[in-house]
Structures are given as C-alpha cells and as structure tokens.
C-alpha cells in the first residue's frame, strides 16, 4: 500500500491510524508526505516507510500561494509514485485530501490495476469557501465542485470524515462512498496516571490544532480574557500552526494576557496525546458558520479518550455526534457565552468529571480499537477482485 498525502505523516493521527494498521497486518506500507525542518527525506516509523517530498510552512494568505504549493507537491508526487509503482506494483494507493487532486497522482498506478482511494478529510469547495470567502456562485467554487465530480469518479472507493459530508457526496459527487470517522487511538489517547499529573495547582484550558479562521481560537483567547480573574492559577494553551497565528499573538498581548495564554508550535502526535490528558479542560471553539459548521473536529473525541471534560461550540455536526451529558457546549463564535462555560468548569469540578467519565466511556466504543475492522474489510473488498483478475492471466 502507498498512502499519499500533503501532510506532516507525524502529526496526522488518521494517516498514521491507517498505516500502522496494514503495516502491522504485515502488509508492505509507503507514505508519501511533508517534511518538517530537520526530517530527513527518508524515515521509518513502526515499521511504515515515510517518504518527505515537500518542506512547508502553513503561512499561505492567498489562493495563489496555497494553489502553487499543492501542484508543485502533485507534480513530485506524480513522478516519484509513477516510479515506486513500477518497482513495487501496489495494491493499493490511498490518497488523502487536501487537494482532492491528488488522487490524478495515481494515474499510472491505476491504470496498471492498483485500486485506489480517495479519502476526504475536508470537503473541498466548503474548506476553500471558508478559507478565502469565496461565495456559492463563484466561479472557483463552481471549478472546485466539478474537480470533486472527476476526483470521485476517478477514484474507485470513497472515504468521508462525517454523515453529513457523506450525505453531501453522495448526493452530488460520490457513488461509492464511506463514512469513517476520525476515531481516536486509545493506544495513544487515554487518562494520565494520577501519580504523573502536574503538581503545580495550575488549571490548564487547551486547545491543539491549526490555526484557521473556522477554528475560533481568537474567540477562546478573548473569553479566557473575560474568564480569567474568576479563575485564579489558570492559563489557555495553544499547540499548532496555521495562517491566524500572527493575530492570535497580537491579541492575547493587545488583552495584555500573553503571560496566561501560551501558543506553541505543534508537536508529534504521541507527544500532543501526553500534553492533552495531563490538561484539566479542552477547548474546541470552531465557528458555526460556513465550513466550521459541518467539519467534525476528532479533537473533541481525543479530548474525551483522554478522560478530560470537553468545552465544544454548538455547531451542526457537533450537535449530531454529541450530546449536553458528554460535552459543555457554548453557542458558536460568542466568548461571553465561552468565558461562563470556562468558569463554570473551573468552579464546577464533579459536573465536569461526569461528563468527563461519561465522554471516556464514548470514546472507548467509538474508537480506533473498535472500528479498525471498517478500514480492513474495505481493503480486502477493494484488494480480494485486483488479485483474482491478476491470478486470471497468469
């Protein structure tokens, strides 16, 4: 198998969720991906070859910028899994989005019998609606839904992050389609020890993932600002990369809270698991509206698998996976409404430990470890008529 994807592999749970698992089938596993400063071109992580074609930094402020920089990664991909394929035949090559694009890099391997996936993270029109505010009746919103047409059509198995999305796929793009969710790995995502906790009596709200507009950390940094003095010994941390991070900076110094709110570079993904179960709450403050909407944030069930209480912004698909019992919910984009459910779990601690002991029972039935059977069984189903067409003409 080859999974490719314009990704850092390390910081990807649901790249490396895929990988390992085939891998650990016995199954022979590239990825393709991004390449961190310092990485080499050429790694091996639990036995899954990663191969880093790109180096990038999540800066981009213009469509342009962020278009150059996919189609110079699909041109290197195109060649170097053109040349892979023809040294080791691949069974399988799953390609992730963003871009769905992506997918035209399989071409040759395609065309000499691989099967191929295209996995949906991220709805594309939608993502770029948001990103750049582009309307419904733009011309590159229009483009980008007859790209998702031939991407679907191209592919020969679709996988999409949510219900909601697949019912939009299906409905305008995707005859063969799956919904699996980002479901968390209680191998890496699970309660910290009691013994290992910090001593320190400080009460750590966080928030990992990248920084986007969509995401709504501005409006998380300006309620801890209004929370703050309720809550004393408390601070907001920051863990990743994305084009608002310059701004979230200039605000937390503009509220004058720098020294309370800490923004961090990203880390690898079993590091980011040992930092979330050792926080006291997490904050998940998407914006409803446009793509935030409909995005389901695999945070929140991290969150959850960790054993921490959850602070979620009431958003469609959020409303539709979970429910008050597991998760603190605050209306979409208002801090005021965030700032009361941040002191309310401050103050509150047994509430917030039952929905903190009813999530981790949530996460558990729905996690990697339950559902891992979905993902084999859509390989073998994909994989058992290539073989017997093959077997056929020998």
């Known amino acids: 198998m080859c999974h490719l994807a314009y990704t850092f592999y390390e910081s990807d749970n649901r790249v490396i969720r895929y990988a390992r698992e085939m891998s650990s089938q016995g199954d022979e596993v590239d990825v393709i991906a991004l390449r961190s400063r310092g990485q080499s071109f050429i790694g091996r992580s639990d ?55 992506l997918v035209f890099a399989a071409l040759l391997p395609k065309l000499t019998g691989a099967r191929i996936i295209l996995d949906i993270h991220d709805i594309l029109p ?25 991407c679907c059509s191209f592919a020969d198995h ?28 209680t191998s890496l995502f699970k309660p910290c020890p009691v013994e290992r906790r910090p001593s320190d009596n400080q009460f750590v709200f966080l928030y990992p993932g990248s920084l986007n507009h969509h995401q709504g950390v501005d409006v998380a940094i300006a309620a801890f600002s209004l929370a703050k003095n309720a809550m004393p010994n408390s601070q907001f941390h920051v863990y990743g990369d994305g084009p608002a991070r310059p701004s979230l900076v200039r605000l937390a110094r503009d ?3 720098e020294s309370d709110v800490k923004i961090r570079d990203r880390v690898p993904i079993a590091e980011m698991a040992t930092i979330m179960s050792s926080a006291d709450a997490g904050v998940v403050p998407k914006r409803a509206d446009g793509f935030g909407n409909e995005a389901f944030s695999t945070k929140i069930l991290e969150f959850m698998a960790s054993g921490v209480p959850v602070i979620v912004s009431r958003t469609r698909v959020d409303e539709h996976h979970f429910d008050s019992t597991l998760v603190r919910f605050f209306g979409s984009g208002d801090e005021h409404e965030l700032a009361a459910a941040m002191v309310d779990t401050f103050q509150n601690r047994d509430e917030s430990l039952k929905r903190a ?26 994989v058992s008529p290539s073989r017997s067409h093959q077997a056929a003409f020998r």
């Open 158 to 185: 679709v996988i999409v992050a949510n219900d909601l999305w697949h019912a939009t796929l299906s409905r305008r793009s995707a005859k063969h389609c799956t919904t699996i969710l980002n479901y968390p790995d």
């Open 47 to 101: 036995g899954v070859r990663v191969i880093r074609i790109q180096r990038r930094s999540i800066t981009e402020k213009s469509a342009a910028a962020y278009l150059a920089k996919l189609v110079w990664f699909l041109a290197k991909a195109t060649t170097l899994l053109t040349g892979l394929h023809l040294l080791r035949r691949y069974d399988v090559i799953h390609v992730h989005n963003v871009p769905d694009f």
């Open 255 to 257: 509220l004058a809270i």
């Open 357 to 382: 002991e009813a999530g981790l029972k949530f996460a558990v039935r729905n996690s990697w470890q339950e559902r891992r059977g979905d993902y084999r069984q859509l390989i073998a189903s994909l």
């Open 126 to 150: 939608e993502l770029y609606r948001g990103k750049f505010g582009a309307g419904d009746q733009s011309t590159i919103f229009k483009l980008l839904l007859r790209v998702e047409r031939a």
